[in-house]
């Protein structure tokens, strides 16, 4: 067991007082459900309340033959209970909190009343208020605003702050997908869903950078209080940066099966918005339809094209080239669909650009794309 009174400089991190303190009400009408379940690794101990942070939270909890193996938990001596809290929340000595230990002991002041009355006082002395509000870091608000906040942007780019490194508790609990423990952080800091992390990352830019779909769901169906959904998908991603948006963080995850799930989830959102194509497009940058352009099948360009975006309205010629240079690395019969959508002789170079995609189909060993030119005289 660790004893953390025997660390106190620990929690000594800025000042507490403007913190609410870290409670866990007995209400189960809060917590949303979360269809992901948690992995807490196999130590043996607990092996009913490892099934109930999986399950939770769900309506029938309280009938669950798990749940009512918990229910005599509150008889234990307060050390025997705390010993083992302990173990669970702090394992292998880990003062650094993570996210599956957080929902269990989250699911577990959901039990009942009495098993509430024993955690709270726990989750009062080892999650101490200034200790949480340490963990999440500075959660900024994201003052994002139709044309930008050009004379606030910062130097250097967005990629100077990767997207994938995660520092803080929230974003550990938005990697693992659980809109449980989101929701109760965003009402813990007094926050909505349109705010940034402590490096100004958008909410659901990391969401749709981790593939967390019930985080997203979530988010679409709170709308924010401040800024609509169409300032949170195309405005900036990162608060310092003007680009690149959530949808072009999207078209960079190189993944089509998140590809397909994010655009279930936005379809309706964006057809109820009615955001005008020409918004839309300019949520892509050139290198974000490189990207796009190197995995996305015919069937999701047409699908696209229905929410709007359409590689036709690509004007700018060199956004144009990226798009055929991203091509080239994707199948024949995606490049089918783009001889038609965008109309351009790939085999030509401009001043800027002067490796054809062509040249970069031969130089890939893309023997089927080298084909495919000369099938349609392109060669």
Known sequence: ????????????????????????????????SSTKSSSTSETGLWKSLQVLSSS?????MSSSSETKRLNGLHVLP???????????????????????????????????YQINERVQPYVTRRLPRHFLRRELGDIEVFPWAEGGNGQQWYPGEA??????????FLGRVIRSDCPACFAYILNYCGVDV????????????????????????????????????TAQLFGPANI?????????????CRNVDRLDEVSNLIERPMAKANVPSSVIVAAFNADDLYWLCTYIAPHQARRLKKLGFCFSRVTDRMAQWYI????????????????????????????????????????????????????????
């Open 1 to 32: 067991m660790m004893d953390l009174s025997k660390d106190p400089d620990y929690f000594k991190y800025g000042p507490t007082d403007e913190y609410k303190p870290v409670l866990f009400p007995m209400d189960l009408s809060l917590w949303p």
């Open 56 to 60: 939770w939270p769900l309506s029938s």
């Open 78 to 112: 307060p050390e025997v209970f705390w010993n083992m809290l302990d173990e669970c929340l702090f394992q292998s000595g880990n003062i650094t909190l993570q996210h599956e230990p957080f929902h269990l002991l989250l699911a577990l002041s959901q039990v009942d």
């Open 159 to 168: 990629s100077d702050f990767p997207i994938e490194v995660v520092e803080d």
């Open 194 to 229: 349109s705010h940034c992390n402590h490096i100004g990352w958008s909410f659901i830019a990391l969401a749709i950078a981790f593939g967390s779909a019930n985080i997203i769901r979530y988010i679409l169906s709170h709308p924010s209080a401040s800024h609509p959904l």
């Open 240 to 252: 310092n940066f003007p680009s690149p948006t959530p949808l072009g963080i999207l078209a960079r």
């Open 324 to 379: 055929w240079h991203g091509a080239v690395k994707n199948s024949v019969e995606f490049l089918d669909y783009l001889r038609v959508t965008c109309p351009l002789d790939p085999t030509q170079s401009t001043p800027e650009q002067t490796h054809t995609p062509l040249r970069a189909a031969i130089a890939g060993d893309r023997v089927d794309v080298v084909h495919w030119f000369a099938k349609h005289d392109l060669s």
